[in-house]
């Protein structure tokens, strides 16, 4: 009886092992994501499938005519594709299907110089605004993400909506209560965005970047 008893007691430990180990093993991808760059292509862009919780970063085949293709790889829940120039302009697609097929927008990188300029109390961000062509928002808004040093040596960070390519706020009133527990001393990054406001899940366009000393 004892055999038995034990006999079946390591079938059923097997049985859960077998059960956690196919829990713990990577599932899911297996989709196909095709896209086109449009408008110029530099050298040093690149188009990647992305997903940042799971570790997941493929690049993608790109050919001459700006066409790409990537495959999700299993434990990659959530993708997305990012083209990154390398020079702080990038388009960040909607999320895409992990297991079946995602056939993209076309996608085209708008780059623009950041100002900023702070006199009397005020601080005032303005950019280019976003051109009307293929692969960009045909209704764009824009909004200014902020990333700050905290105190505690975290990052912070504090998004602005602006309706056109300009945003002007009081420091004092409209700027630092959101950014609390900021270190002083190190530089404010202001990072300027669009996206289509009647597509919630589509793409974001990140058109520059610039640094800002916040006193």
């Given at each position: 009886?004892?055999?038995?008893?034990?006999?079946?007691?390591?079938a059923?430990?097997a049985?859960?092992?077998?059960?956690?180990?196919?829990?713990?093993?990577p599932?899911?991808?297996?989709?196909?994501?095709?896209?086109?760059?449009v408008?110029?292509?530099?050298?040093?862009?690149?188009?990647?499938?992305?997903?940042?919780?799971?570790?997941?970063?493929?690049p993608?085949?790109?050919?001459?005519?700006?066409?790409?293709?990537v495959?999700?790889?299993?434990?990659?829940?959530?993708?997305w594709?990012v083209?990154?120039?390398?020079?702080?302009a990038?388009?960040?697609?909607?999320?895409?299907h992990?297991?079946?097929?995602?056939?993209l927008?076309?996608?085209?990188?708008w780059?623009?110089?950041?100002?900023?300029?702070?006199?009397?109390g005020r601080?005032?961000?303005?950019?280019?605004a976003i051109?009307?062509?293929?692969?960009?928002?045909?209704?764009?808004?824009?909004?200014?993400?902020m990333?700050?040093?905290?105190?505690?040596?975290?990052?912070?960070?504090?998004?602005?909506?602006?309706?056109?390519?300009?945003?002007?706020?009081?420091?004092?009133?409209?700027?630092?209560?959101y950014?609390?527990?900021?270190?002083?001393g190190?530089?404010?990054e202001?990072?300027?965005?669009?996206?289509d406001?009647?597509?919630?899940?589509?793409p974001?366009?990140?058109?520059?970047?610039?640094?800002?000393?916040?006193?």
């Amino acid at each position: 009886m004892r055999s038995l008893r034990a006999l079946a007691g390591a079938a059923l430990f097997a049985l859960v092992v077998a059960l956690v180990w196919r829990g713990a093993a990577p599932t899911g991808g297996g989709g196909l994501v095709t896209g086109r760059l449009v408008g110029p292509i530099d050298s040093g862009t690149v188009v990647l499938l992305v997903d940042p919780p799971a570790g997941v970063g493929v690049p993608a085949e790109v050919r001459e005519d700006g066409r790409f293709e990537v495959r999700v790889p299993p434990g990659a829940p959530e993708p997305w594709v990012v083209v990154d120039t390398g020079t702080g302009a990038l388009v960040q697609s909607g999320g895409v299907h992990p297991s079946s097929p995602t056939a993209l927008p076309p996608l085209r990188v708008w780059r623009t110089d950041v100002r900023v300029r702070a006199q009397g109390g005020r601080v005032r961000i303005d950019w280019s605004a976003i051109p009307e062509a293929e692969g960009l928002p045909p209704q764009a808004r824009y909004s200014v993400l902020m990333k700050y040093e905290r105190d505690d040596r975290a990052e912070g960070e504090a998004t602005f909506p602006a309706l056109e390519a300009a945003l002007e706020l009081d420091i004092q009133e409209e700027l630092l209560p959101y950014l609390p527990h900021r270190a002083p001393g190190p530089p404010v990054e202001v990072i300027v965005r669009a996206f289509d406001p009647t597509d919630p899940r589509g793409p974001m366009w990140i058109g520059g970047r610039a640094t800002w000393t916040l006193e």
